[in-house]
Each structure stands twice: as structure tokens, then as C-alpha cells.
């Protein structure tokens, strides 16, 4: 394969054309209507016509039957199987539509298969996909391109596909206007928003238009469209702009997602010229109430709005005097009537904290904040909960709000722009964290059947992530970070799949043709590198320890003096946050039993957020046997000696894949490679200095 | 005073109208011709206009001389003082005009007045001024100002000034295009500049008049225009803005000030599409003569070129296998024919330094790079060097080249813009540390009668220094600030003066009609606050500990490991760079004695500067009979304490002063002093966890 590139502009990520080669190659029938079904029987029709394939209608007069020969796929809405549309499937597909069919219906405690969900089957060499309505159908078609052995192979009983929850989106942090400092995306590492323009929306969405359809093949169905800070151009996409939302949600809808706005908590005041933005006044109500139908009126299908209100410096209900319950409810209340939903984001802390004062922890903010508001919220609003109690760190420790909260809706936000892990410059699959955090079990593991928040406590709220893509021609810069933004699709569709099967998944659809060599060692560079990252930054849970500002490379101290909260405590004896109910800050009292007592207890404390829960000394044996001190040094020479064999093994790949993706990814390997050499000598060197103890193994250090 | 303010949109700095008082009372003479003179003729005739004097001409027919009544003060040029002029002057004059005039010529081994000097005598109750010429009268004239005593009190012997060396310079560090990240104007903390605006020269060019007019006052008499670091708008000032620099120059001329340009090194191919900008080529040769002939054409009195070549990314002669030598002497060639003179700065190192190599030191680099080219530099090349071998810390060693290039002009650069020293948000005053640099004997007390570096290696050289301005009301921000302008000036005219003695100069100026109290209490505020400062900031010479990129405020770590060349490599048992010759990097060596050996020597080397040259155990006892952790807590605490001080001290100037200037100041001692807790903080704070040394004195560490 040397001397082969992509062949095209834009990277087409997970959805290259070879992706539809075996669909593509058969008698597909659609049946069906609206706009999803089309936007099916368009794809088909695409795949059709590149190889060899071709497109039944079942509307028609039946003449997809073509004498003996009817489909060898067919595609519907479970509605829409009729007899005509029976009749143009053929005799042959009878089989796998009845147990399609079957499996789709309710039975016992089954619910009939929701509009979202889908049923394959494969009987008799046809293969059949009912889709519980379009969207359905939609998730169906693509999950034939992950999985082709199913038009291929020999029959499979049918298979029901229904998501974890209803609310699969993805957040953007793009400003309109660009930022001074944070530029035309905030934390964006994959060039300019797909969406903006230097202050205007595109003239040209194309990018949006095929970002949609990469979507809707992870099963994402909502985007938040702009940055949650909304500084004042972005304000006016709620009023002035609404024509250019539309615009937006006009790209977004064929693909089954749903708009979404992050709104200005004061906006009655910087948009409607109130004197208040006071939740309790009825004006605010008012003007909240017509802002809401003025979107609907635009964007009929308008997903709803996302607020960071009173975080980081933006406005929210406190300056009224009224909880965070007061301010999402006042929104809640003006989508109410139209199907929208609120994200509430509980990021809320103390930006301004004096780091002298050892009481005050951000880690409890949210909890501290939010919890007590429990059974206070509108059920369309969705409290949206970082994963983590900080931001966003390699490791952290799962946010101890989501089992503090049960009647409340929650939402967890994940980041798939990678802040705090390599900002697209290193290689670093998130998807291995993911599973373990939508895997945790806040009640331990026996408890309540509970197999992870994901199953307890998402499904009458969801997922959310921010974005890492851009305008760059790979989308996400490093074309590896590609797989992020699908594992997110993937795990926020069903949170238990294993991210090793995934990662699988995504390396078969963007490598098509790849052998199995070439997989094993795509794979083999991606599948740990998350805790290679791990293990050459901020040791054992501790986070932070990046140049303040922009969060790319180490600077241990970087954080330690300033008001962001992020300590890491470290002196001449020992290192870490006492957050024990004992002698700390108390935050491990946050969490229910099991978790209080194992977080609280030194002996119990996994190694891996040691230096999160407790302030030990630097000889402190862990549970692997080794000090807190000499893991250190273990952990970031081990790290860097990853990346050198990550690169080594990318470079074998050399000529075996697309050009342009080898030649990017190598460049960014190269910085890695640097960069983790320097986490690595200036880690040891900082707690060398600092603590006086020599590296076992007498490595170099500075 | 309450109530008052200083009544203007621009604050006048040292030149209120108050200041003219005692002279605009006169009857005044003022004898001569040329563009200088009939400044002094204008500012003669404004302050006699509002202090009801009178403006005498000597060029008419000795209508000056009213009756009996003749001249008060007479001011003229050596060469103007003709038997008209003296009949002008009436009988009275004549007394001091003999003496004034034997003082102004030669005798034994003295020279005759040069063009910038004057004498002034005051004998029978008339004062008298003799200039050298233009410049020098028009600086007689100011002299006058500073002490009005000279036109009122009993006779005085006469008194023959001249300044210490032809070139007394302020390099402005204005981008005519604002820079993405360093703005208008490079380290400026005053606002935009008073010559650019948003990429291009001003229209309107009066805060330059009033700018130059201030510098004049000071004796200041070269200015450079633009910044050091030439992007591709600013380059364009040689070629095609040749017009807006003679603009420029037009208001600078009649205050005896020449402008000078920062150019590019690569500007014959960034302007003049030349493939190489190679010194030793000969159509790069060309090019530089040709602009330096059209430079001249538009700018008759152009001062000269100023460079910054090979150095933090800028181009130089490196590139092409040359020396700086090479480099400089190109474009000293060019100017020549012209009397230009080039500084080429000295300011040369890897900026691009690996944290890890102990052996590389950034304080030999200029040494390393310049010393051995002693001898190599044509005439009307200044070698322009930064006063300490790092940059413009608040505590460094003289540079070592100062005594290394005997066979070199060379210019000290000193910093007035506090870019290390508190951004004018702190009360800094810099004349006791520019006071010790000029003074420093780089031969020792005894060698060579010197007195100093100023007198010893300036001569044929000069001072240089960059600017503190911009088109703030108060012109540098800080108003106290102003305070270091003007003292540069007089600095750099007499390296000797005492620097308490021109504080009080300046606050005699700037707050006319204040009372004993009032200026002392002015001058306790300003004149240890350099000390304070220090004490509060990096320990005893060992510099940085800011924040990287803009430089304010506490960051211990913040360059440790960086590439910038500036360590303090603290450990758990000592702290400060080993630059010995016998165990470090050897840079002692590169001072004459005495200084090699005191350097060299723990026991002997200067307690401020224990730091920079040793790296001491924490226990180390000072010569104060301290230890270096104790002397960090005190001088700490210290610091911040008299930063206490300072700002109740201003307080109590409330309704004493003008508003304005009062407010200001004010709010910004509350900044410093914030900022001082947090230094103070920070610094112990650091070295208690690294040393775990508790505080003697059991103040509170965190």
C-alpha cells in the first residue's frame, strides 16, 4: 500500500468508502418513509452505485423483486412491513424478517423496541434490520458496516440493539467570535470550528454535514453547538441568530441529532435589556419563556440548553441570592412546553480559593453544591456531572455526585478533547477510562444488582462529552484521536461494551483492507496508551502538574501556588491530599459504603488515586510493593520507554497504511516522544530534589 | 491641597508649569541662534508670560536693556556673547558672564566647553548661562529649573557641566503592529505607544513633542523609535516609512535629540529581495549603503542603527559563518560617511538550553561571544551591553565584558520599563541599583584611579536604556515610576550623582508647592523601595522565580526547567548555581581581579550575590551572621512588612497632593502589596518544604 494517501481533502475518518463495500455490493431494500429512512436509502443508494449493488424501493410496485431474486438485505421501519413491502423482499427474506419482527415486539417484561433501537437478523442469506422508527433503521444500516460478517456469513439469530439512554451528545466549545486567549474553539486542538467563522456562522457547513453523519455512525444524537462560556457574540445565537441555528439543525436532522444551545445564564439582562436575571422574577420567566418559543418556532426539533452558570467567572443564580435549583428550573420551565431539556452543569467551585487555606477542597464543591438540591429539579433538567470531582485528569477517582443524587436526573460529561491528556499531540485512547469510570459501582460490587453508574443512574439521564474535532483534514489532529470521539459514540450508545472490542471496530472501518498485522499493531500502539500517558504525568491520582493556562506539559508546581484549587502538596517528606474524614478535608465521606471506608483507609486505597485520598511519605510502601517514590520513578521511566516502543511499532507501518495518516501521526509521535521525556526527567528530578531519595535502578536523573 | 488634581488630561510630569516659576519671574536674556536656541527662547517667553517676567532678545538693538535696569538671567551660546550681546545683558551681567566664559574655555589640561556642556554663574545678583553650544544652553536652561536657588540666592562661583559621554539613550521597545502576544509595546506597562497605533505612526505626534521635551529636561539626547525585536511591519521603517520616521525626528530635533531605528540583520532580504543578507557579500554590502544614504537623506541628524542579531530567534551573521564583528562593522560601514553610529547588542545566548546541562551557562554567553572580538569592531560600532550577565534582574553582578573589551566602545544597557522589578504596579525606585552598577570598580577599589565603570569604560561609549513609557496619563503607569525616567537621564549624564539626591530633584519637579513633609514623606516611600523589592522577591542574586512569559509575579519554578538558562537549582539541601571556577561553570573567571578571587571565595563573595555564584547548603551562615534559609524567611517578611509601611506612609499624603496622583498610587501599593504577601508566601513556603527548616522566628509558613 505505499504511495497511498487518503485521496482526499478531508479525512473521511470511520466512514471511508470501503466501509459500504460489502453493502454496497448487494440487493438492499428500504422501506419506510421520512427523512431518516431517506437519508438510509440515500446511503444505500451511494453504496449501490460504487459497488455493484443495487437499491430496491419496497414503495414502488414491488419490482425490487426481481423474478426469483429478491434482497439479500432489507432495511425497514418495523411500521412500515407490509405486505407490499413483504412481497418486494422476497420469499426468501421471510425467515429473518418474522424473528426480526418477533424480537422487535414487546413480550414479558419487554417494552416493544423504542424509535431508537433496532433488530438484525440474518436467515436464509438475507439479512434483515428493523428499526424501531428512523432512527432505528439509521443505527441499524451503520452497525451492518461495523459488523459486515452480517451480510455475509452464515445466519445469526436475531439481535436487539436498543441504547442505554436517551441522551447521547456531544458538546462543543466553539466561540463564534474568536477568544483572545481561548481562540475560535476553547480547549480545541484540531484547527478551527466546523460551525464559525471569525465571528459568523460558515456560509459553507459541508464540514458540519459530514461531522453529523460520522456521528450518527457512534449512535450520537445530540450537539450543544457552541462554547459553555457564552461570551457576548455567542449570546445573540439565541435571538438575532436564531436563522443561522436553524440553519445547523437543518444539517443535523438527517442524521437523528438535535440541537443544542449553550446559553448565558444573564442573558435577560445582556439580550432582553431586563435589569435582573433574578430566576424568581416573573420578567425573567417571561422573557425566558419567549425565548424558548422563539427557538422552537426556528428549530421545531431543538434539543434544549446547556449552562454553566455560576463557574469560572460566569452568572448564575447565586448573585440572586437563589440556589442552582432555582436558576435551572426558571430555564426548565420555558422548554417544558416545547420537549426540551435543561444541562445544568454542577462544575461549580471556588476558582478564587487562597492556596494557603488547606480547607477549603474543590474536590467537594460539587457535591456540596449540588447534592443537597436533590429532589428540587424540574424532570427536564439534566444536572450534568464531570466524571471526576476535579477536571477532566488522566485519573481521578468517579464524582462522588452521581450516587448522591437519585432524584435527580444526571448526566455525565466526559472529555473527549483531550485537555489534560496529550491534547491530541500524544496518543492516548481514552476508552479503557471510560469503561472503568461508566463501570464503577458507587454501592460496591454486590450491591442492588448495580452493574456500574452507567446502568443505575444514567438511564433517565446520559452522556456527555466535549468534542475534539476541528477544521484540520483529520478532523481531530492526531488521526488516532479519531477513535476517542467513536468509543465516546459507542460507550454512550452502551456504556458495558469492552473499548478493546471498539478500538477494534474503529481501526477496522478507517483501515479498510488493513491486514491483520497492521490491525495488531494499530491496535497495540492505541489500546494502553492511556495509562502509558498515565504513567508518564501526574503520579497516582494526584493530577494537574501542567503549565498553567494552556495545560500542555509538565510543571509540577505550575498549580501549586495559585488560586485554581489544585494542590499537590509535596515536600521534603511526602506527597498527596489528605481528603480523609480523619485528618483531611473530609471528602471521602462523600461516597457511600463501601467506597467512604476503602477511599478513607490507607491500607485499602487502590495505588492508582493513592495521592488523591491521602498525603504520605515518599518511603510509603503501596499494595504493588514498591514505595511511593520509587513508583515514580518506575512509572515515568516505563512511560517513556512505551512511547519509544509505540513509535517503533508505528514506524513498521510505514508504506502498510494510508501516507497521510502515517506520516501525521509519526510527526506527532515524535512529539510525544519529547514531551514525555520531559514529564519524565523533570517528575523525577522535581521529587529527587525534593525528597533526597536515589532511583533504586540508579537511572539518570537531573 | 484637597481637592486639587494635576488639572490636565496628561500629567506633566517634572515639567509642570510650576517649574518654570522662579525663571518665568525674570527678566530674561537669551542670546544666540539655531533651532535650540529658539527653544529656549520659546520656553523663556511661555514661562515670562505666566509668571510676569519678561523675555529680553539680545539679537535685537539692545532694547533689552531697560534703562538702568538690565537682565536678570542671560542665556546664550559661547559663541553669541559679542559686544551686542553684552550691552543686552546690561552692566550688571558682566561680573558672571567673565566668569562664566573663562570657566567655558580651555586652561592646562582642560578643554574647551564641548557642544552639550554649559556653565552657569550668578554674580551681583544676575545669573548667567554660557552653552556650548545650542545643546548645551538648552540644557543650562533646565538646569536652572532643578535648582532655582541658582537665580535667586547670593553669588555663586561658576560651575562647569558636562555630561559624563556623547551617547545617553532610551531604546523604545514599540511595535508599530501590535504584537499577538507582546502587544503594542514589548514590556511596556504604560499603555499603547506614544508613537504607533495599531500599525501605524501616529497622525497626531504631541505626546512625542511633549515626550521629547520631558527627555530634554533629563539630558537624555538619542532615542530609538522601535523595538529591538524587528517584525516585518516594523522593518518597513528604512524603506518606505522613511517619511514617518523624519516626521518623528521633526519632534524630537528642537529638544537636541537624534532618533535612532532598531533594524532587521535580514533586511537586505526581507526589504531588498536579496537572496543572503551575508556581511561579507558584497550587493548586501550595497544594499546597507544605499539605505543608509536614503536613511540620511530623509533624516539629516539620524542617529544611527541598533541590533539585536542572533539572538532569541532574531537573524544575525551566524547564518552565514560570520562573527558579530563581521556583522556589526557591515553596517557601521554603511553609516559612517553619515557619522551613524550601530549598537549592536551584546545580548547574545542559547536561548534554546536543555534544563539538564549543568555545563552550559547562560551568564558567560555574552563574554563567551564578544570578549574575544575585542579589537575587531570598526570605530562607530558601540558594543551595547546588558549591565548584568542575565537580565535585568533585581540583583546582578556588573557584567564581566564591561572590563573585557578594552579596544571596544561599549554602551551598558540598563532597564527603566520594570519589566523584572514590578511592572510599574510596584514602587520601584531603580536609582540606588543603577548608582552601584555605574560605580562598580570592575579593577577594584584601588586599580587605576578608576571610579568606576562609567567614567572608566563609557567614555568613548555610552548608556543606554529601555524606555518606561506610553500614552498612559501618567506616562509610565505608576506615577512614582516616572521617577526612574528621569533619573536615567540624569545618570547618564553624571554617573557620579548621588541617586537619594536626584530623587529629590525629581520629587522637587513633580510636586511643586509641597512641604518638607510632604516630599519626605515622597522620598521614604521611593528611596529604599528597590531594596524592598529585592527583599520580598529572589533570594541573594539568584534571579526569576516569576512567572514565565509576562514575568509578574511569584513562580519559584517557573523557569527551572524550562530552556531559558535561568536555574536556582534548589534541592532538599541547598540552593543557588555554582558558577565558580573550581567546581562549576566557571564563570568567576571571566572578572579581572580582584573580583575573579571574590567571587570565587564562599567566604568572601558579597551576601546579595551569594546566590548567583555558589550553591550553599540552607545552613550556610551569612556574613550577616544569618543562615540562607533564616535570611529568606527575614528578608521575606521584611519586605512585605516595609511594603506595609510604605503604603500607610502614602496615606498619609491624602489631600496633600493632588488627587489624581494620589489615587493612583494608591491603588496601586494595594496591588503591590497583594502581590508581596504573595511573594513572601510563596517564597517560604517553597523552601520550607524543600528544607523542612522551621522559621526561627515562628511566623506562619503554609
Same mark, same amino acid.
Given at each position: 500500500m505505499s504511495g497511498i494517501s487518503s485521496g482526499v481533502d478531508i479525512h473521511p475518518a470511520w466512514l471511508p468508502s470501503e466501509a459500504f463495500g460489502v453493502l454496497g455490493s448487494k440487493r438492499t431494500l428500504v422501506v419506510g418513509s421520512g427523512v431518516l429512512v431517506e437519508t438510509v436509502r440515500d446511503e444505500v443508494r451511494g453504496a449501490s452505485s460504487s459497488y455493484g449493488g443495487r437499491l430496491l424501493d419496497g414503495d414502488d410496485d414491488g419490482s425490487g423483486h426481481d423474478g426469483d431474486h429478491g434482497a439479500d438485505v432489507v432495511l425497514g421501519t418495523?411500521?412500515?412491513?407490509?405486505d407490499d413491502a413483504r412481497a418486494a423482499a422476497g420469499p426468501e427474506a421471510k425467515a429473518a424478517l418474522d424473528e426480526a419482527m418477533a424480537v422487535a415486539g414487546s413480550a414479558g417484561d419487554r417494552e416493544p423496541l423504542g424509535r431508537e433501537g433496532f433488530v438484525v437478523a440474518r436467515r436464509a442469506g438475507v439479512t434483515v434490520v428493523v428499526g424501531g422508527d428512523g432512527p432505528g433503521l439509521l443505527y441499524g444500516m451503520f452497525h451492518l458496516l461495523r459488523f459486515p460478517e452480517l451480510l455475509t456469513g452464515p445466519g445469526r439469530p436475531a439481535e436487539r440493539h436498543e441504547p442505554a439512554h436517551d441522551l447521547r451528545m456531544l458538546d462543543h466549545w466553539d466561540n463564534v467570535a474568536v477568544h483572545p486567549v481561548m481562540g475560535q474553539v476553547e480547549r480545541g486542538y484540531a484547527g478551527g470550528s466546523i460551525f464559525y467563522d471569525d465571528g459568523e456562522v460558515r456560509a459553507d457547513l459541508s464540514r458540519g454535514e459530514q461531522y453529523a453523519r460520522l456521528l450518527a455512525a457512534t449512535g450520537i444524537n445530540r450537539v450543544a453547538i457552541n462554547n459553555v462560556n457564552v461570551h457576548a457574540r455567542e449570546a445573540r445565537l439565541l435571538t438575532e441568530d436564531l436563522g443561522e441555528v436553524a440553519r445547523i439543525a437543518e444539517v443535523f436532522r438527517p442524521w437523528s441529532i438535535r440541537v443544542h444551545l449553550s446559553v448565558n445564564f444573564a442573558s435577560p439582562i445582556v439580550l432582553g435589556g431586563l435589569e435582573t436575571s433574578d430566576p424568581l422574577d416573573e420578567k425573567v420567566q417571561a422573557w425566558w419563556a419567549d425565548a424558548a418559543a422563539r427557538v422552537y418556532r426556528a428549530v421545531p426539533d431543538f434539543g434544549g440548553f446547556v449552562v454553566k452558570a455560576d463557574s469560572e467567572g460566569q452568572p448564575g443564580p447565586f448573585a440572586y441570592g437563589r440556589d442552582h435549583a432555582d436558576g435551572a428550573n426558571l430555564l426548565a420551565r420555558a422548554l417544558a412546553p416545547h420537549g426540551g431539556v435543561v444541562h445544568w *452543569? $454542577?462544575?461549580?467551585?471556588?476558582?478564587?480559593?487562597?492556596?494557603?487555606?488547606?480547607?477549603?477542597? *474543590? $474536590?467537594?464543591a460539587a457535591y456540596d453544591h449540588f447534592a443537597p438540591l436533590d429532589g428540587r429539579f424540574e424532570d427536564n433538567v439534566i444536572v450534568q456531572v464531570k466524571h471526576g470531582p476535579m477536571d477532566f485528569q488522566v485519573r481521578e477517582p468517579v464524582s462522588p455526585v452521581l450516587a448522591a443524587m437519585p432524584r435527580t436526573r444526571l448526566a455525565v460529561e466526559l472529555q473527549v478533547t483531550q485537555e489534560y491528556t496529550g491534547q491530541q499531540k500524544h496518543v492516548c485512547y481514552l476508552g479503557p477510562y471510560w469503561s472503568e469510570i461508566l463501570r464503577f459501582r458507587p454501592w460496591g460490587a454486590g450491591a442492588l444488582g448495580s452493574a456500574g453508574i452507567a446502568v443505575s443512574d444514567l438511564a433517565r439521564g446520559g452522556l456527555a462529552a466535549v468534542s475534539n474535532v476541528g477544521d484540520d483534514r483529520f478532523w481531530t489532529g492526531h488521526p488516532l484521536a479519531q477513535a476517542n470521539l467513536y468509543a465516546f459514540g459507542r460507550l454512550a450508545w452502551e456504556p458495558e461494551l469492552d473499548p478493546s472490542a471498539v478500538l477494534d471496530e474503529w481501526i477496522g472501518l478507517t483501515f479498510p483492507g488493513a491486514d491483520d498485522a497492521v490491525r495488531a499493531s494499530v491496535h497495540e500502539v492505541m489500546d494502553g496508551s492511556w495509562r502509558t500517558y498515565e504513567n508518564y504525568t501526574a503520579p497516582m491520582g494526584v493530577g494537574f502538574m501542567v503549565r498553567p493556562g494552556h495545560h500542555y506539559g509538565p510543571d509540577v508546581d505550575g498549580y501549586e501556588y495559585t488560586a485554581w484549587g489544585t494542590y499537590h502538596f509535596a515536600d521534603r517528606d511526602g506527597v498527596g491530599v489528605d481528603r480523609t474524614r480523619a485528618t483531611g478535608t473530609?471528602?471521602?465521606?462523600?461516597?457511600?459504603?463501601p467506597w467512604r471506608d476503602i477511599y478513607e483507609s490507607l491500607a485499602q486505597c487502590p495505588d492508582e488515586l493513592l495521592l488523591f485520598f491521602h498525603h504520605v511519605p515518599y518511603g510509603h510502601v503501596l499494595h504493588s510493593g514498591t514505595t511511593v517514590i520509587q513508583h515514580i520513578y518506575d512509572t515515568h521511566f516505563a512511560g517513556f520507554e512505551e512511547v519509544e516502543r509505540m513509535a517503533e511499532r508505528w514506524e513498521t507501518l510505514k508504506g502498510r497504511i494510508p501516507d497521510d495518516v502515517f506520516a501525521r501521526v509519526a510527526e506527532r509521535l515524535d512529539e510525544q516522544l519529547g514531551s514525555a521525556r520531559e514529564w519524565r526527567d523533570r517528575l523525577c528530578t522535581y521529587f529527587y530534589r525534593k525528597s533526597g531519595v536515589p532511583d533504586a535502578c540508579g537511572r539518570t536523573i537531573y
Open positions: 418495523g411500521a412500515a412491513f407490509g *452543569r $454542577a462544575f461549580v467551585y471556588n476558582h478564587r480559593q487562597d492556596w494557603r487555606d488547606r480547607s477549603t477542597d *474543590r $474536590a467537594r473530609g471528602f471521602t465521606g462523600q461516597y457511600p459504603a
